[in-house]
């Protein structure tokens, strides 16, 4: 699949995360205007099961570890953390900041793509995906393989960029995405391509209802989708049957 300059294959979407990896805290902050530390914290709030707590968690391409961390701030450092990502320098900048922090050592990282994950069947009780699945083209395969390696009745929750469905958010949205936000990552990133494929992976990515149906295919039951912050972002949670 094209998608402007950018085309979505596994290869090029992980050189353009090494690439970026550099700048890729910094801009997602000032891009989002910390939205995305918010929605993380919601993501991984979502996560406590019928008041029970998640014990074994698998953060599937994790980047720079930001749920890993708030992971293990919210449920301490008894929670078993994996993350996994394809690009080593999203990986290391990740391992720069859980090696500073308190009781991140808890965090095991490693170096895998989303649809070859080295673990065992069932071994975990959650998964998430941040802001990960839009970029990966086969989305039934990446949500088959996650069902697979979680427990029965284990917790998937995605966040993703979703967009505002009308009216004027969506408007000014698509203004500041298409126009502003490209410019603002190359001057940082100098990377322009990479900022123009952002939105252009957002405005393709399904919409909720439709991403929601494709979890339900793949074998979740239960699954709900709350839109955030206008519906800039949604998470969808799915629990394995
Ligand atoms: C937008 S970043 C999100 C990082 C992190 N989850 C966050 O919340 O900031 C997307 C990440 O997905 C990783 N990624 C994309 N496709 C992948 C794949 N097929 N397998 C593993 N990692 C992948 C990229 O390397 C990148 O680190």
New binding site residues.
Partial sequence: MSMGNMEQK?ST??S???SI?PS??FL?RFLSLRR?VYW?KKLVASLAHNGSPPSSLL?????????SIEAIRQYGPGLQVWG????WP??KAGKNKISTGPGLSAINLVA?????LPFHEEMFDTI?????I???ADKPA?LENFKRHLKSGGILAV?ELTTPKKGLPKKIYLAYFKRILPVIGWIFSKNLAAYQY?PDSVLEFPTPEKFAEMMEHAGFARVTWEPLTLGIATLFIGQKK
């Fill in positions: 596994p979407i992980k353009m995360f090494d990896a890729y805290d997602n995305d993380r953060d599937v391409a994790c980047g720079t570890c930001d749920v996994a990502d394809f690009s999203m990986l895998a793509d989303a649809l070859l998430t995906i941040a802001f990960g839009r970029n990966i990446a966040l952002l």
